[in-house]
């Protein structure tokens, strides 16, 4: 690389050889094109970092730019800040060190030979903060025809920051702790509302809400920064009548006079002075009026009254439907009251429904008041007994009452019924009583037994000169009471017979089967509806299962009568198999094994297994137990047994596996098929 000197006397000899050569090859390099400032120099920033660029121009025949330089002075001059970087650049930040004010950036291009020319750009920074400001406080209330309202706002107070006031941002709003820009220390340009300067101080508000409205105003530097206080200001505004309130009305209709008194209310300019009344005006009469924001009359007679009540506050608003001013004020509050002493009329309807002889009925009439929809009862109570009516579930219906008695609950006799009802207005009436005679309902009969199957030749026909029938299974119907064992696996038929008392039969009734399994808390239920035929019989299968209780019963129907059956008990006797791993067993030899499995239903054995004894027998001899085995969970069993005594020899053995009853085995005692060893 070639020395400074040597460089410096290779410039001075091509000068000399080539004057003309002079100006671009030994120049000092020009000043930076375009030097300006982010945001423009004229405008203030509130940050003291600035963001400066400018263009390289084009040197030409000079030396290359080995070094770029800016420094920053302040108002009078003075140098605060310098910065030099190496080789060209075009772009860099430059961080103002002293208070807000007036700077300027200079930026200059250095070559070998020496630095060029200064290119120049203001630096304007305020952080500083203005004085507070805030709108002007109005007269009393703002009224309807106050509006549009003009919002005036007072000036800052105090030194203004070197920026000066840009202008005023404005919100208005129901809170007081309400900010009419987004960030705590700077408004944007668009929230700022008033944007002329600082005598920029009014606005107009078109609407406002009723009630208290807060104004809430920051002055606004030029460059951005808002009051450190936010300036509030309230607005009350009473745009509206006063409320009245009618107390003391009754819910409807009503059997005694009624004292009513309006209350008023006013949000804005209030009920006290200025001539504030409030007013009654019963059935359009003259108007009982105090003043103020209450007063009471009261409505007597029987009919149906209306009664108008309205106020004036002490703005002069009122609500009582006349003209002032050419403005129609708005109709008054109206509620109605009825009033009616008279008692209902109560009757019975003596005549009986066949289709339902327990429905008890009575009309009840109102003339003025009408029957009451909500109130009413019939009770019963056995004939001559003087005893208290015992109240039945009553149905208050339009114009009637309606209970149905349940008969079924009552002993045999006479019963009297009476009936009271009510009108809208509260006033009751009692019907003259009637008597009826029970049963109302025609007892029934239900029997239940275990049934067979019997079969029939159905449908014959010949063909070819034979004659040909289908055989049809039909449910035995001859019921047997009582109980009975079945095989695991096997299911069984229940029949019945439901009668009335007379021994009709009671064809089409729904009759429900109850399968009771187990007992406490491990019990099992399964319900089944079966249908009577026209002959009042009915049959149903019942499928596989545990041993259980079968039950019957009738809920009964409008016109007969509950019944239930006497249960049956249905047993099912437990399934085991067994086998044996051979036919002969040696004495002292190789033991035999007994294995095989207990079959049940879900749930019915127990993680921990289910006992069962394993028993033997000979020719004369019962059969004795000779062990106690538990089987798995799955109801698997298996148990070795050696032949020791020499007795056995020549002797034929006949074994069985014997399930026997426990408390909470759902099934009856069972053995497996005997298996056959002999001793050798």
Known sequence: ??????????????????????????????????????????????????????????????????????????????????????????????????????????????????????????????????????????????????????????????????????????????????????????????????????????????????????????????????????????????????VSHLRGLPDGWTNRAVAVTAAAADSGSGMVGGGAFTAIRIDGGTPTVADGDSVSATVIGDGIHRIAHYAQDAAGNVNDGSTRNGVRNLAPAVATVGIDREPPEVTFITSRD?????????????????????????????????????????????????????????????????ATGYDAAGNSGVAAPIVLSNPLKTPTTLRIGFGGETFVWQNCSRSRGRRRCHREAVSGLESRPGS?????????????????ASGSPVPGAPVRILELSGRGPGSTARVE????????????????????????????????????????????????RMRVSAATARVGGRPVVFSGRVFSGPGAISADGRTLSLQFRLPGIPWTEFRTVRTDRRGRFRYAYRFSDDDSRGARFQFRAHVPAQGDWPYEPGSSGPVAVLGI
């Open 1 to 242: 690389m070639m020395a400074r000197g040597a460089l410096l006397a290779v410039v001075t000899a091509l000068a000399l050889a080539s004057p003309g050569a002079v100006g671009s090859a030994g120049a000092r390099p020009p000043a930076p094109s375009g030097l300006e400032v982010e945001g423009g120099q004229e405008a203030w920033h509130r940050v003291n970092r600035f963001h400066l660029s400018w263009g390289l121009p084009d040197t030409g025949f000079s030396l290359p730019v080995s070094a770029t330089d800016y420094l920053v002075r302040n108002a009078s001059g003075t140098v605060i800040a310098e910065q030099r970087f190496g080789g060209p650049i075009e772009r860099t930040d430059v961080q103002v060190p002293g208070p807000p004010g007036l700077y300027t950036a200079e930026v200059w291009l250095e070559d070998m030979v020496g630095g060029g020319p200064h290119a120049a750009v203001a630096l304007r920074y305020d952080d500083s903060r203005p004085p507070p400001a805030a709108a002007r406080q109005p007269d009393g209330w703002i009224g309807r025809a106050d509006f549009p309202h003009l919002i005036r706002i007072e000036h800052p107070q105090g030194p203004l920051p070197v920026s000066g006031i840009r202008g005023y941002a404005v919100s208005v709003d129901r809170s007081p702790d309400g900010r009419p820009c987004e960030s705590a220390s700077s408004c944007s340009e668009t929230e700022t509302d008033l944007r002329g300067g600082i005598g920029d101080d009014s606005m107009p508000i078109a609407e406002l809400p009723e009630g208290e409205s807060h104004v809430h105003v920051v002055a606004v530097s030029g460059a951005g920064v808002s009051s450190a206080a936010v300036g509030d200001t309230v607005l009350r505004v009473d745009r509206t009548d006063p």
């Open 354 to 418: 066949p289709a339902d002889p327990e429905l008890i009925r009575a009309w009840v009439t109102d003339l003025l008041a009408g029957p009451s929809d909500a109130r009413g009862s019939i009770g019963v109570r056995a004939a001559g007994s003087g005893d208290r009516f015992q109240p039945l579930p009553t149905e208050v219906l339009p114009n009637a009452l309606r209970a149905r008695w349940d008969s079924e609950a009552y002993p045999p006799g006479r019963y009297e019924f009476s």
């Open 484 to 500: 009975r064992i079945v095989p695991y696996g096997r299911g069984t038929l229940v029949s019945g017979l439901l009668t009335t």
């Open 529 to 576: 509806t079966v249908g009577t035929d026209s002959d009042g019989r009915f049959s149903i299968r019942l499928p596989a299962g545990p041993s259980r209780e079968i039950s019957a019963d009738f809920d009964g129907s409008r016109t007969l009568t509950r019944s239930a059956a006497t249960s049956l008990r249905l047993g099912v006797r437990a399934k085991v």
